[in-house]
C-alpha cells in the first residue's frame, strides 16, 4: 500500500478491519484462564508449592520490562521485504502456540523450571504478537476516526476472547470428573486452533503501510528526549496509570466483596454480564468519540466508572440484584476504557512522526505497556497489602472492621482514581483540530520529500 500521503490508508474497508481484529480473538482467551485455573491446576494436581508459583508469574512478569521495549524498537527499526510489523505475526503466533501448549497442558513430574520457562515463553509469545500489532493498528490509517474504529473492532474481539474463555470452562465443568486440566486442554485446543488462522487473515489480507523514508539510528538518550517531550502522550500515558491502579485495585477484591460484603452465590455468571454489556456497547462508544471526540467520551466512560465504584459503598448485605446492576453498567464502559486510549496514543505518535517523518509507534505502545503493567503490578498489590493491615480473613470475614476497610477498597479509594483519570482526559490537549493539522504538517513533508528533498 501506498503511503506517501497515507490518503488511501484512510479507506481501509471494514472487512479488513474485521481481518485484523480477529487476531485479538485468541489473545483475549489468555488471561483469565492464567488468572484463574493456572494456580489450582499447577498446586492441585501438579504439585507446585503456591508460593514458587507466585514467584515464578512476579519473575516472567518481570521480565516483560526487558522484552517489551526490546521488541517495540526492533520492530521500529528492522524493515524485512513482507512487512516490519507483519513479520511478527509469524514469530509471535509460534512462540505462543508453543508457550500455550506447554503451559495449559503439562505432564505429570513437571517441577517448578517447566512451569517459569512455560509461562515466560507465553507472555513472551504475548509480546511478540500485541505490541507490533497496535503499532501496526496506528499506521492502517492516519485518520482521526478511522483509528477509533480499528481499535475498537479489535477490542470487540478481545471480548469475545475473553467471553469465550467464561464459556468454555463452563460447558467442560459440566461434566462429570473435570478438573481444572480438562478446563485448561480444552482451552488450549481452541487458542492453538484460532491463532494461526487469524493470524493468517490479518497476514494475508490486511495492507502494512510502507516503511518511513527516515530512519535515523536508534538512541536511547534522544527516543526518552523525544518522549518526555510529547506532551499529549505524557498526559495519556499518566492517565492509564492511574486508571489502571484505580480498576485493578477494585478487580483484585472482587471476589472477596462480592462473597462477604454483598453474599454473591455466583460471581461467575456476573462476570459474563459483565463482558457481554462490555461487547454489546462497543459502537455506542465509537459513536460518541465521533460526536464528542475520543477524549471526553473517555472521560465519561471514566465517570461512570467511577460513579459505579462509589456506589457500591452503599451496596447492602444480600443487595445482589443492585451490585449485579452496578457491575453491567461498568462492563458497559469496560471497551472504551480499554479501545479508546490505544487510538489516542496512535494520535500522538504523529507528533513525532510530524517532526522526524519518521514512525515509531512500536516504541510509544511499549512505554505504553510498561507503564500499564506497573498499573497492574501495583493495583493488585496495594489492596491486598492493606487488608492484610487491617487482619482481613480471605478464606471468609464476618467481623465489621476488615469488612468496612475492604468496602472502602473496593469502592471509595477506585473511585478516587478514576475521578482523578477522568479529569485528565478531559483535560487532554490533542484535539482533533489540532490532530487535523499535525497530519496537515506531515503531509506537506512528505510531499517534499517525495519531490526530492533527502531526509538524514
Known amino acids: 500500500m501506498a503511503s506517501a500521503s497515507g490518503r488511501e490508508e484512510q479507506h481501509i474497508s471494514l472487512w479488513r478491519i474485521l481481518a485484523f481484529g480477529s487476531v485479538q480473538l485468541p489473545?483475549?482467551?489468555?488471561?483469565?484462564?492464567?488468572?484463574?485455573?493456572?494456580?489450582?491446576?499447577?498446586s492441585g494436581q501438579m504439585q507446585?508449592?503456591?508460593?514458587?508459583?507466585?514467584?515464578?508469574?512476579?519473575?516472567?512478569?518481570?521480565?516483560?520490562?526487558?522484552?517489551?521495549?526490546?521488541?517495540?524498537?526492533?520492530?521500529?527499526?528492522?524493515?524485512?521485504?513482507?512487512?516490519?510489523?507483519?513479520?511478527?505475526?509469524?514469530?509471535?503466533?509460534?512462540?505462543?502456540?508453543?508457550?500455550?501448549?506447554?503451559?495449559?497442558?503439562?505432564?505429570?513430574?513437571?517441577?517448578?523450571?517447566?512451569?517459569?520457562?512455560?509461562?515466560?515463553?507465553v507472555y513472551l509469545g504475548y509480546t511478540m504478537l500485541l505490541l507490533p500489532y497496535h503499532a501496526w493498528a496506528a499506521e492502517l490509517s492516519e485518520d482521526y476516526?478511522?483509528?477509533?474504529?480499528?481499535?475498537?473492532?479489535?477490542?470487540?474481539?478481545s471480548i469475545a476472547g475473553l467471553i469465550t474463555s467464561t464459556l468454555i470452562p463452563a460447558y467442560v465443568q459440566m461434566q462429570p470428573g473435570m478438573t481444572s486440566a480438562d478446563v485448561m486442554s480444552a482451552l488450549s485446543v481452541v487458542i492453538i486452533t484460532l491463532l494461526p488462522l487469524c493470524a493468517a487473515l490479518a497476514f494475508f489480507f490486511v495492507p502494512e503501510p510502507e516503511a518511513p523514508i527516515r530512519k535515523a539510528p536508534f538512541s536511547i538518550t534522544k527516543a526518552l528526549k523525544m518522549l518526555g517531550s510529547n506532551r499529549a502522550?505524557?498526559?495519556?500515558?499518566?492517565?492509564?496509570l492511574v486508571a489502571t491502579v484505580g480498576e485493578v485495585f477494585r478487580q483484585t477484591i472482587t471476589v472477596f466483596f462480592a462473597r462477604d460484603v454483598v453474599g454473591v452465590p455466583n460471581i461467575g455468571v456476573i462476570y459474563f454480564l459483565y463482558f457481554l454489556a462490555a461487547l454489546l456497547v462497543v459502537p455506542g462508544w465509537v459513536w460518541l468519540a465521533k460526536r464528542i471526540e475520543k477524549h471526553r467520551a473517555l472521560a465519561l466512560a471514566l465517570v461512570i466508572v467511577a460513579a459505579t465504584n462509589a456506589l457500591m459503598f452503599f451496596v447492602p448485605k444480600?443487595?445482589?440484584?443492585?451490585?449485579?446492576?452496578?457491575?453491567?453498567?461498568?462492563?458497559?464502559?469496560?471497551?472504551?476504557?480499554?479501545?479508546?486510549?490505544?487510538?489516542?496514543?496512535?494520535?500522538?505518535?504523529?507528533?513525532?512522526?510530524?517532526?522526524?517523518?519518521?514512525?515509531?509507534?512500536?516504541?510509544?505502545?511499549?512505554v505504553t505497556a510498561m507503564v500499564q503493567k506497573m498499573g497492574y503490578a501495583a493495583g493488585s498489590g496495594l489492596p491486598l497489602l492493606l487488608l492484610g493491615s487491617v487482619g482481613?480473613?480471605?478464606?471468609?470475614?464476618?467481623?465489621?472492621?476488615?469488612?468496612?476497610?475492604?468496602?472502602?477498597?473496593?469502592?471509595?479509594?477506585?473511585?478516587?482514581?478514576?475521578?482523578?483519570a477522568a479529569y485528565m482526559a478531559w483535560h487532554y490537549t490533542l484535539t482533533e483540530a489540532r490532530h487535523r493539522d499535525i497530519r496537515a504538517e506531515i503531509d506537506a513533508r512528505m510531499a517534499d520529500a517525495s519531490s526530492g528533498e533527502r531526509i538524514a
Open 392 to 420: 482481613y480473613v480471605s478464606a471468609g470475614e464476618s467481623r465489621a472492621e476488615p469488612l468496612l476497610a475492604l468496602t472502602i477498597s473496593y469502592s471509595v479509594i477506585p473511585a478516587v482514581l478514576v475521578l482523578i
Open 27 to 42: 489473545l483475549g482467551m489468555i488471561g483469565l484462564p492464567i488468572a484463574i485455573y493456572l494456580a489450582p491446576l499447577y
Open 233 to 240: 502522550f505524557l498526559q495519556v500515558t499518566v492517565l492509564v
Open 48 to 121: 507446585l508449592a503456591l508460593q514458587l508459583i507466585g514467584i515464578s508469574l512476579i519473575l516472567a512478569r518481570l521480565s516483560d520490562f526487558i522484552t517489551d521495549p526490546m521488541i517495540g524498537i526492533i520492530s521500529d527499526r528492522w524493515r524485512p521485504k513482507i512487512g516490519r510489523r507483519r513479520v511478527w505475526l509469524i514469530f509471535g503466533s509460534v512462540t505462543m502456540m508453543a508457550g500455550v501448549y506447554l503451559l495449559f497442558r503439562p505432564s505429570p513430574g513437571i517441577d517448578i523450571t517447566y512451569f517459569l520457562a512455560a509461562v515466560a515463553l
Open 145 to 157: 476516526h478511522v483509528r477509533t474504529r480499528i481499535s475498537s473492532v479489535s477490542q470487540a474481539f
Open 318 to 366: 444480600g443487595g445482589v440484584y443492585v451490585f449485579t446492576a452496578l457491575f453491567i453498567l461498568k462492563g458497559a464502559c469496560y471497551g472504551a476504557v480499554l479501545m479508546l486510549p490505544h487510538a489516542m496514543i496512535a494520535d500522538t505518535a504523529d507528533i513525532d512522526t510530524a517532526d522526524t517523518l519518521d514512525r515509531q509507534q512500536g516504541l510509544f505502545y511499549a
